[in-house]
Protein backbone atom coordinates (compact mmCIF):
# COMPACT_ATOMS: atom_id res chain seq x y z
CA UNK A 1 0.00 0.00 0.00
CA UNK A 2 2.66 2.59 0.45
CA UNK A 3 4.67 1.88 -2.74
CA UNK A 4 5.27 4.99 -4.01
CA UNK A 5 2.77 6.06 -6.84
CA UNK A 6 4.71 7.41 -9.76
CA UNK A 7 2.74 9.10 -12.41
CA UNK A 8 5.12 8.62 -16.17
CA UNK A 9 3.97 11.14 -19.00
CA UNK A 10 5.86 9.66 -22.11
CA UNK A 11 4.52 9.15 -25.55
CA UNK A 12 7.61 6.93 -27.09
CA UNK A 13 6.25 3.99 -25.70
CA UNK A 14 9.44 2.02 -25.60
CA UNK A 15 11.29 4.03 -23.34
CA UNK A 16 7.78 4.40 -21.94
CA UNK A 17 7.82 0.26 -21.27
CA UNK A 18 11.54 0.22 -19.77
CA UNK A 19 10.87 3.31 -17.34
CA UNK A 20 7.48 1.56 -15.87
CA UNK A 21 9.73 -1.69 -16.04
CA UNK A 22 12.61 -0.44 -13.92
CA UNK A 23 10.44 1.28 -11.54
CA UNK A 24 8.26 -1.42 -10.90
CA UNK A 25 11.34 -3.21 -10.03
CA UNK A 26 12.75 -0.53 -7.84
CA UNK A 27 9.16 -1.07 -5.80
CA UNK A 28 7.24 1.51 -7.60
CA UNK A 29 3.65 1.20 -8.99
CA UNK A 30 3.64 3.21 -12.30
CA UNK A 31 0.69 4.46 -13.97
CA UNK A 32 2.02 5.74 -17.80
CA UNK A 33 -0.09 8.02 -19.76
CA UNK A 34 0.77 8.97 -23.30
CA UNK A 35 -0.28 12.91 -23.59
CA UNK A 36 -0.68 15.63 -21.33
CA UNK A 37 -3.86 16.07 -21.54
CA UNK A 38 -4.63 12.21 -20.28
CA UNK A 39 -2.26 12.98 -17.42
CA UNK A 40 -4.03 16.50 -16.32
CA UNK A 41 -7.20 14.43 -16.50
CA UNK A 42 -5.81 11.58 -14.20
CA UNK A 43 -4.33 14.24 -11.63
CA UNK A 44 -7.69 15.08 -11.18
CA UNK A 45 -8.43 11.84 -9.42
CA UNK A 46 -5.37 10.58 -7.87
CA UNK A 47 -2.38 11.81 -5.85
CA UNK A 48 1.17 11.04 -7.12
CA UNK A 49 4.47 10.89 -5.39
CA UNK A 50 6.26 11.77 -8.40
CA UNK A 51 5.36 13.04 -12.01
CA UNK A 52 7.96 12.15 -14.61
CA UNK A 53 7.05 14.19 -17.61
CA UNK A 54 8.39 14.42 -20.96
CA UNK A 55 8.51 17.52 -22.76
CA UNK A 56 7.99 16.59 -26.48
CA UNK A 57 4.46 15.32 -26.20
CA UNK A 58 1.57 15.44 -29.03
CA UNK A 59 -0.99 18.14 -27.88
CA UNK A 60 0.20 20.31 -25.36
CA UNK A 61 3.68 20.52 -24.30
CA UNK A 62 5.45 19.29 -20.99
CA UNK A 63 6.29 22.56 -19.87
CA UNK A 64 2.24 23.69 -20.00
CA UNK A 65 1.63 20.74 -18.67
CA UNK A 66 3.86 21.46 -15.87
CA UNK A 67 2.52 25.08 -15.36
CA UNK A 68 -1.18 23.10 -15.35
CA UNK A 69 -0.12 20.96 -12.38
CA UNK A 70 1.56 23.85 -10.57
CA UNK A 71 -1.60 25.59 -10.61
CA UNK A 72 -4.02 23.29 -8.05
CA UNK A 73 -0.34 21.48 -6.58
CA UNK A 74 2.79 23.15 -6.12
CA UNK A 75 4.33 20.26 -4.03
CA UNK A 76 3.69 16.99 -6.24
CA UNK A 77 7.63 16.32 -7.73
CA UNK A 78 8.01 16.67 -11.18
CA UNK A 79 11.04 15.12 -13.22
CA UNK A 80 11.02 16.28 -16.72
CA UNK A 81 12.81 14.44 -19.67
CA UNK A 82 13.98 16.58 -22.27
CA UNK A 83 15.43 15.46 -25.69
CA UNK A 84 17.56 19.07 -25.73
CA UNK A 85 20.25 20.15 -23.83
CA UNK A 86 20.10 24.15 -24.49
CA UNK A 87 19.99 25.85 -21.67
CA UNK A 88 17.10 27.73 -22.62
CA UNK A 89 14.83 24.43 -22.20
CA UNK A 90 16.40 23.99 -18.33
CA UNK A 91 15.74 27.52 -17.87
CA UNK A 92 12.11 27.21 -19.34
CA UNK A 93 11.83 23.80 -17.61
CA UNK A 94 12.36 25.19 -13.73
CA UNK A 95 10.45 28.60 -14.24
CA UNK A 96 7.51 26.17 -15.72
CA UNK A 97 7.40 24.68 -12.19
CA UNK A 98 9.58 21.54 -12.21
CA UNK A 99 12.09 20.08 -9.25
CA UNK A 100 14.55 18.48 -11.80
CA UNK A 101 15.39 17.38 -15.49
CA UNK A 102 17.19 14.77 -17.06
CA UNK A 103 18.51 14.83 -20.84
CA UNK A 104 17.68 12.25 -23.13
CA UNK A 105 19.33 10.12 -23.70
CA UNK A 106 19.75 9.11 -20.28
CA UNK A 107 20.84 5.55 -18.84
CA UNK A 108 17.96 3.98 -16.88
CA UNK A 109 20.15 3.66 -13.87
CA UNK A 110 20.74 7.54 -13.87
CA UNK A 111 16.97 8.05 -14.07
CA UNK A 112 16.64 5.40 -11.19
CA UNK A 113 19.02 7.65 -9.05
CA UNK A 114 17.43 10.91 -9.57
CA UNK A 115 13.96 9.78 -9.16
CA UNK A 116 15.02 7.62 -5.61
CA UNK A 117 16.49 11.08 -4.75
CA UNK A 118 13.63 13.04 -5.36
CA UNK A 119 11.08 10.40 -3.94
CA UNK A 120 13.69 10.41 -0.73
CA UNK A 121 13.38 14.81 -0.24
CA UNK A 122 9.51 14.59 -0.86
CA UNK A 123 9.16 12.19 1.85
CA UNK A 124 11.04 14.59 4.24
CA UNK A 125 8.18 16.91 3.92
CA UNK A 126 4.97 15.00 3.74
CA UNK A 127 2.14 15.36 6.22
CA UNK A 128 1.48 12.46 8.22
CA UNK A 129 -0.01 9.89 5.34
CA UNK A 130 -3.59 11.44 5.39
CA UNK A 131 -5.94 8.73 3.43
CA UNK A 132 -6.43 9.58 -0.19
CA UNK A 133 -9.63 8.26 -1.00
CA UNK A 134 -10.50 6.41 -4.76
CA UNK A 135 -12.92 8.75 -6.63
CA UNK A 136 -15.43 7.66 -9.05
CA UNK A 137 -18.65 9.47 -9.67
CA UNK A 138 -20.22 10.53 -6.13
CA UNK A 139 -18.40 7.94 -4.38
CA UNK A 140 -14.98 8.29 -2.31
CA UNK A 141 -13.32 4.42 -1.35
CA UNK A 142 -10.97 4.23 1.33
CA UNK A 143 -9.03 1.23 1.36
CA UNK A 144 -7.12 1.56 4.70
CA UNK A 145 -9.88 2.31 6.76
CA UNK A 146 -12.16 0.55 5.27
CA UNK A 147 -14.60 3.05 4.61
CA UNK A 148 -16.76 4.76 1.50
CA UNK A 149 -18.63 7.25 1.24
CA UNK A 150 -21.29 7.09 -1.38
CA UNK A 151 -24.42 9.52 -2.71
CA UNK A 152 -26.41 7.61 0.13
CA UNK A 153 -23.83 8.38 2.68
CA UNK A 154 -21.23 6.63 4.66
CA UNK A 155 -20.60 2.79 4.95
CA UNK A 156 -18.26 0.33 6.19
CA UNK A 157 -17.01 -2.49 3.66
CA UNK A 158 -16.32 -5.35 4.59
CA UNK A 159 -12.61 -7.36 4.68
CA UNK A 160 -13.55 -9.02 1.24
CA UNK A 161 -15.55 -6.05 -0.13
CA UNK A 162 -11.96 -4.29 0.45
CA UNK A 163 -10.10 -6.84 -1.34
CA UNK A 164 -12.01 -7.51 -4.06
CA UNK A 165 -12.49 -3.38 -4.69
CA UNK A 166 -8.56 -3.41 -4.29
CA UNK A 167 -7.86 -5.81 -6.98
CA UNK A 168 -10.66 -4.30 -9.15
CA UNK A 169 -8.91 -0.52 -9.08
CA UNK A 170 -5.84 -1.80 -9.31
CA UNK A 171 -6.87 -3.42 -12.95
CA UNK A 172 -8.89 -0.06 -14.14
CA UNK A 173 -10.64 -0.66 -17.30
CA UNK A 174 -9.13 -4.19 -17.80
CA UNK A 175 -11.63 -7.25 -17.88
CA UNK A 176 -10.89 -9.60 -14.89
CA UNK A 177 -11.70 -13.04 -15.07
CA UNK A 178 -13.77 -14.62 -12.39
CA UNK A 179 -11.32 -16.84 -11.62
CA UNK A 180 -8.91 -14.45 -11.07
CA UNK A 181 -11.07 -12.75 -8.69
CA UNK A 182 -12.08 -15.89 -7.08
CA UNK A 183 -8.99 -16.85 -6.45
CA UNK A 184 -7.65 -13.88 -5.18
CA UNK A 185 -9.91 -12.57 -3.42
CA UNK A 186 -11.40 -15.66 -2.11
CA UNK A 187 -8.67 -17.92 -2.82
CA UNK A 188 -10.85 -20.61 -4.18
CA UNK A 189 -9.46 -22.76 -6.91
CA UNK A 190 -10.58 -21.55 -10.29
CA UNK A 191 -12.79 -24.56 -11.04
CA UNK A 192 -15.45 -23.59 -8.21
CA UNK A 193 -18.81 -22.80 -9.50
CA UNK A 194 -20.02 -19.82 -7.12
CA UNK A 195 -22.63 -16.72 -7.66
CA UNK A 196 -20.79 -14.90 -4.25
CA UNK A 197 -18.98 -13.18 -6.60
CA UNK A 198 -21.95 -11.96 -8.71
CA UNK A 199 -23.42 -10.69 -5.24
CA UNK A 200 -20.61 -8.96 -3.91
CA UNK A 201 -20.87 -6.98 -8.15
CA UNK A 202 -24.65 -6.62 -7.08
CA UNK A 203 -23.76 -5.14 -3.45
CA UNK A 204 -21.13 -2.54 -5.49
CA UNK A 205 -23.83 -1.39 -7.62
CA UNK A 206 -26.40 -1.06 -4.86
CA UNK A 207 -23.55 0.76 -3.14
CA UNK A 208 -22.27 2.81 -5.73
CA UNK A 209 -24.23 3.47 -8.90
CA UNK A 210 -26.48 5.81 -8.86
CA UNK A 211 -28.77 3.11 -11.26
CA UNK A 212 -27.40 -0.19 -10.60
CA UNK A 213 -29.60 -1.60 -13.28
CA UNK A 214 -27.33 0.23 -15.78
CA UNK A 215 -23.91 0.24 -14.15
CA UNK A 216 -21.45 2.59 -15.23
CA UNK A 217 -18.80 1.80 -13.06
CA UNK A 218 -18.80 -2.23 -11.92
CA UNK A 219 -19.34 -3.45 -15.51
CA UNK A 220 -20.29 -7.34 -16.63
CA UNK A 221 -17.77 -8.16 -19.09
CA UNK A 222 -19.54 -11.03 -20.95
CA UNK A 223 -18.27 -14.48 -21.02
CA UNK A 224 -15.16 -13.05 -19.13
CA UNK A 225 -15.74 -11.34 -15.49
CA UNK A 226 -16.08 -7.76 -14.65
CA UNK A 227 -14.15 -4.80 -15.06
CA UNK A 228 -14.07 -1.48 -13.19
CA UNK A 229 -14.26 2.01 -15.38
CA UNK A 230 -14.03 4.87 -13.37
CA UNK A 231 -15.10 6.85 -16.65
CA UNK A 232 -16.50 6.25 -19.94
CA1 LIG B 1 8.21 12.63 -26.51
Redesign the pocket.
Known amino acids: MDRPHILLV ?3 IHLARGICFNLEEEGCRVSHVESGEAALDRLQYDRFALIVL ?4 PGMNGFEVCRKVRESDHRVPVLMLT ?1 RSEEEDRVQGLSSGADDYLVKPFSLSEFLLRVKGMLRRSSWYLPEPVEEGYRFGDNEVFLLSYRAKTAQGEIDLTELEVRMLTLLFQREGEAVSRGELLERVWGYSTDVETRTLDNFIVRFRKYFESDPGAPVYFQTVRGVGYRFCRKN
Open positions: EDEDVMLA
